[in-house]
């Protein structure tokens, strides 16, 4: 036990530091600057009251064409950067609910603006000190920020996707759902209450359910390291709560199976879906059953496999299959806010 101990404290700091490494190395690289890119920054604004960095976000906000040397290879825009009002992307990153942050998630919030969104890249209280719905309250209030701020920063918001990869893919699914089905907690039905339902919901190698994490070694064997990564997710993230119903939000592909099922009932449409993932991904069955779970209940998606690619390529942009997952995304939102400018109250 104290072996199986120390392997898990040391691969999970190893993992940790690995990848802030790379993000902070990238970071370094010219073609990093928001400003070759027309983007301009505005960092650390508070959503919440709180004082706390966990409480502030990143605003990546398009405001001139940008050079033709591009981040990646895109086709024509059908959203200029500089047409207002922007339509807007929550981004909510990744990191098993316990590590990483709106910095190290830069890469994402410049991909996004470089199409002309403008980008709200948010931090979130992290597990286990912060366990369950401590990340998902975090992201209501964001947005909720959005909603309220999205006109003053030149933002529309009847035009929202909310985005997000690994747990932060949970935690936009889970906020999608919010806006469509009624819960009891304050914070849940306060955005429902909203009624601004997102426009899309783009869902990146998604750890779609958090409670029983060994379904993916039932699949497939998998390195002690990354089944160690696996566990601390659940651990961390679900704490001590042994409520019934205390996960449910915890597990969003669950109650979207549940919808599909008939078991649960939503109160308006769900939004579209965009998702991706990387066959070489552990998480991969997470993105087939909420493909499965999308087309029975008719929610117009796509769900994008691409060979060989593991978990959080899409971060990878200067690989040939991440260029060409950013381009299928940014096609599928191109459709979906053209079809939403044709028939304005479609979920507003």
């Known amino acids: 036990m104290p072996l199986t101990n120390l392997r898990k404290r040391v691969g999970s700091l190893i993992f940790r530091g690995g990848l802030t490494g790379v993000s902070y190395l990238g970071r370094l690289h010219p073609r990093a600057r928001p400003h ?38 895109q086709p024509e825009q059908s959203f200029s950067p500089y047409r207002r009002p922007h339509p807007i992307v929550l981004y909510v990153h990744g990191g098993a609910f316990r590590i990483l942050s709106k910095e190290t998630h830069w890469v994402m919030g410049l991909a996004f603006a470089r199409r002309g969104f403008l980008v709200f890249n948010i931090n979130y209280r992290l597990a286990p ?46 906020l999608a759902l919010l806006t469509v089905v009624k819960r009891p907690e304050p914070w849940a039905r306060r955005i429902y209450d909203l009624g601004v339902v997102p426009r899309a919901v783009v869902p990146m190698c ?6 029983d994490t060994a379904r993916f070694t039932r699949r497939k064997r998998l390195p002690s390291w990354l089944a160690d990564r696996l566990i601390e997710t659940t651990e961390a993230y679900l704490g ?15 109650l979207i199976e549940q919808l599909a099922e008939g078991r649960l009932t939503a109160d308006r449409p769900l939004p579209p879906f965009f998702a991706s993932v990387g066959t070489r991904d552990p998480l ?10 999308l087309k029975t209940l008719g929610v117009p998606h796509e769900a994008r496999y691409y060979p060989g690619e593991v978990h959080a390529f899409q971060a990878l942009v200067f690989r040939e299959l991440s260029k ?25």
């Open 284 to 293: 991969l069955d997470d993105t087939r059953r909420l493909e499965a779970a």
């Open 240 to 254: 001590r709560s042994q409520a019934p119903d205390s996960h449910l939000l915890a597990d969003p592909l669950l």
């Open 36 to 73: 070759r890119h027309g983007i301009e920054v505005l960092r650390n604004l508070a959503y919440r009251p709180t004082g706390a960095d966990d409480h502030r976000l990143d605003l990546y906000v398009p405001v001139r064409p940008p050079p033709s040397q591009a981040l990646s290879n």
């Open 129 to 174: 000190r912060h366990p369950f719905p401590a990340a998902l309250e975090d992201a209501c209030a964001a947005l909720e920020y959005v909603i309220r701020e999205a006109v003053r920063h030149g933002g529309d918001p009847n035009q929202i996707v909310l985005a997000g990869e690994s747990a932060g893919a949970n935690l936009v699914t889970s």
């Open 206 to 211: 998604g750890m779609l359910q958090v409670t």
């Open 324 to 348: 060409q997952c950013w381009q299928d995304t940014y096609a599928f939102l191109d459709r979906q806010l053209r079809s939403a400018m044709k028939d304005p109250g479609q979920s507003t």
